[in-house]
């Protein structure tokens, strides 16, 4: 299932942020923390025919309205008032987001953290780690909560990183998530869940799949991930386009990166274009995200891409700017059904991936940079547990 991404009427983003307003009750500050990391949707209207290049280069239409025509865009902002200027339709639930909104004096986001905070049950449990887990997993789902509140489109929520190699771990923080948004009349289609593209995160996303609860796999720096991912039938798979450049300029050794520079291509390009290129070909349900994306020509090299996270930078550039004809860069669908046809790929690359297979493909790349956001984003949920462990209990309790 596709990810709804319809703009609400600006009347009902502001009824829903209102309501949330009236509810909060603020009790007891927090120390500063890191900022959030918040990923919303474009607020452009997306019509499930996406329009010819000629059909778009009009004197009136904007470069964003040309781009959204052909991708998802998906503004990445690290800020909770930029709704006006690109309301969420979707997104993301994690540490960093936690620990933005501890560290932010007012959010409409503040009073689900104190309500978790508050939560009779967790506060009733005897043994500490199992009282911290607890409140925890209810912020997450009452911030989760009220977002879905907010956008039409799915909410993600990150599953923490320092499960990323414990499958049964991974399922049951899935399904203790699931079951707090039940509580909140949240339904499992609004709902996907952030899990590391390890063999044990690939793995925990075909089980959960295969129950219906879908999945989004991040951290995928390699093919052999991203086929893996596809194979296991994750909703939606995330490749870091300007992560793997970063590491090419400044590392060698890695053959599928080296392969994309003898071609002469970028190689966080070439991998999100090759994985496209397998799950359409092939009749995969995933769809593929790009994120990382750094600039208007990164932008334009993915027209046809599932969904493009961009930067708010990227987006303003876009939206002032008019697509006429004769705009230096042509907006031209580059990945489609049809490219996907004509893609070629080697025996070595079309196995039945399991654990052993993906280890030996991934190269010191794909190694490196999974190592590097798993430490990244296990530090942020010791630091949420550290920072819940100061200020609970809450003065109302």
Known sequence: MSITLRTPPSTTLS???????????????????????????????LSLTRASASSITTASTTELDA???????VPDTVVFDDFEKFPPTAATVSSSLLLGICGLPDTIFRNAVEMAL???????????????????????????????????????????????????????????????????????????????????GIEAARLLESEGIQTHLTFVYSFAQAAAAAQAGASVIQIFVGRIRDWARNHSGDTEIESAQLRGEDPGLALVTKAYNYIHKYGHKSKLMAA?????????????????????????????????????????????????????????????????????AMGPAAVQLLAAGLDGHADQ?????????????????
């Open 292 to 360: 990382a994306v750094r600039n208007k020509q990164d932008l334009f090299s993915l027209l046809g891409v599932d969904y493009i996270i961009a930067p708010l930078k990227v987006l303003q550039s876009l939206k002032e700017s008019i697509a006429s004809p004769d705009e230096k860069y042509s907006f031209v669908r580059r990945l489609s059904a049809q490219s996907a046809a004509k893609y070629t790929f080697s025996d070595e690359e079309l196995v039945k991936w399991d654990e052993d297979s993906l280890t030996k």
């Open 118 to 200: 508050a939560d009779s049950e967790c506060y009733g449990l005897e043994n500490p780690n199992a009282r911290l887990s607890c409140f925890v997993n209810k912020a997450f789902a009452n911030v989760g909560s009220d977002m879905a509140k907010l956008v039409p489109g799915r909410v993600s929520t990150e599953v923490d990183a320092r499960f990323a190699y414990d499958t049964p771990a991974i399922i049951r923080k899935v399904h203790d998530l699931l079951k707090l948004y039940n509580d909140s009349n949240v339904p499992p289609k609004r709902l996907l869940f952030k899990i590391p593209s390890t063999w044990q």
């Open 381 to 397: 949920a010791k630091r949420v547990e550290e920072l819940f462990e100061k200020i609970w209990p809450p003065p109302n309790v």
């Open 15 to 45: 009824s829903a942020a209102s309501s949330i307003h009236r509810t909060r009750s603020t009790t007891f500050s927090f120390s500063l923390c890191s900022p959030p990391t918040l990923r919303f949707n474009s607020h452009s209207s």
């Open 67 to 73: 781009v959204s025509s052909f991708s998802e865009i």
